[in-house]
C-alpha cells in the first residue's frame, strides 16, 4: 500500500490490516477494511469538477450529510480528512446485492427527488463546492467523438456507412439547451447499492449543476442492453411530466452511438473495405 495512504489511513485513526483494494480510478485508490469504505483523492487524480482532492472530498461528505433528509439515501461518511496534498472519505460499508429491475425503477424516483432540489439551497460550503463543480454535460459526447477519431484512423472510410452518417448527425446537431438541476453526474448501477428496496446512491464526485436528463439517460443508457420494459418502467417512474424529451432523446442517442461505436472498431477488418461496409 502507498505510504501516502497509509498516512491518510493513520489520521483517520483506521488499522490498515486486512484493507482489500476494491479499485479506483485514476489517482484515486478504494480499500474495504472491516466494516468501513475508504476512499484516498491524490494529487493529479482524474478530477472533472475542478476542486483539487480536498474540496472533492469536502463536497462527497456534504452532500452525504444533506442529502438523506431530503429524500436521497446514501451511505453514510464516517470521517474524512486530508494532509495538505491528498484526502480521504470514510463511509460505512453497505452490502449490496445486485441491481434488479425494482431497484432501478426506485432509483428512478430517488433521482427525481434530487432534481428536485434546487441548488443554491445546500448549506453553506457544501452548496458552494457544488455551484463551483464543473458542469457533466459533454462527457458522453466526448466519448462518442473519441470513439469516431479512433475509427477514423483505424477504419477509414466508416463514416460512409448509416452508422457513421447517424454519428455526424448526432455530433452537428449538438445538445439541446439544458436543464438546470443538481445532479449526480455518474447515476448508474455501480454507483447504486442495493442493501435494501431503495438503493444507496454513492460516489458523489461529479455532482454539480447541470442537465437532469445527463443523470436520467446515464440510468438507462449506461448499462448496456436493458430490456425496453424496463426501460419504460424507469421513465414512468421518473414521471414523463419532468422530462425534457429533446434532451433525454440526444444523451440516450449518445449512449447507443458510443456502445455501437466500440462494437465496430472491435468487429471490423481494418481499412477502407471493411469500414465502408459499416451501418
Not at 12 to 37: F, N
Not at 85 to 97: K, R, S
Request: proline share 8%.
Amino acid at each position: 500500500m502507498r505510504k501516502d495512504t497509509l498516512r491518510l489511513l493513520a489520521r483517520a485513526g483506521l488499522d490498515p490490516e486486512g484493507a482489500v483494494e476494491m479499485g479506483g480510478g485514476s489517482g484515486t485508490s478504494v480499500l474495504r477494511i472491516g466494516g468501513v469504505v475508504a476512499k484516498h483523492y491524490r494529487p493529479g487524480f482524474d478530477d472533472w469538477s475542478g476542486l483539487g482532492p480536498a474540496g472533492t472530498a469536502d463536497k462527497v461528505a456534504g452532500l452525504a450529510a444533506a442529502l438523506p433528509s431530503r429524500g436521497v439515501p446514501v451511505p453514510h461518511v464516517m470521517a474524512r480528512t486530508d494532509d495538505g496534498d491528498g484526502a480521504l472519505v470514510v463511509w460505512e460499508a453497505v452490502e449490496a446485492g445486485p441491481l434488479t429491475p425494482e431497484h432501478r425503477v426506485e432509483a428512478a424516483r430517488v433521482l427525481r427527488r434530487l432534481h428536485g432540489i434546487p441548488t443554491g439551497s445546500l448549506p453553506g460550503e457544501v452548496g458552494a463546492l457544488v455551484l463551483r463543480s464543473r458542469r457533466n454535460g459533454d462527457r458522453i459526447r466526448l466519448g462518442v467523438e473519441q470513439s469516431a477519431a479512433s475509427l477514423d484512423s483505424s477504419h477509414p472510410g466508416w463514416r460512409d456507412g448509416g452508422l457513421g452518417r447517424r454519428t455526424e448527425v448526432l455530433l452537428a446537431a449538438g445538445e439541446p439547451p439544458p436543464g438546470e438541476s443538481l445532479v449526480h453526474g455518474d447515476y448508474f448501477s455501480v454507483n447504486l447499492l442495493a442493501g435494501g428496496p431503495v438503493p444507496l446512491v454513492a460516489d458523489w464526485d461529479l455532482a454539480s449543476p447541470g442537465d437532469p436528463m445527463w443523470d436520467l439517460a446515464f440510468l438507462v443508457g449506461a448499462d448496456r442492453g436493458l430490456p425496453r420494459d424496463v426501460v419504460a418502467q424507469v421513465l414512468d417512474a421518473y414521471g414523463p411530466d419532468a422530462m425534457h424529451h429533446a434532451s433525454l432523446a440526444w444523451h440516450v442517442e449518445c449512449w447507443a452511438l458510443f456502445w455501437l461505436l466500440r462494437d465496430l472498431a472491435g468487429t471490423l477488418p481494418s481499412g477502407p473495405a471493411g469500414a465502408a461496409s459499416s451501418g
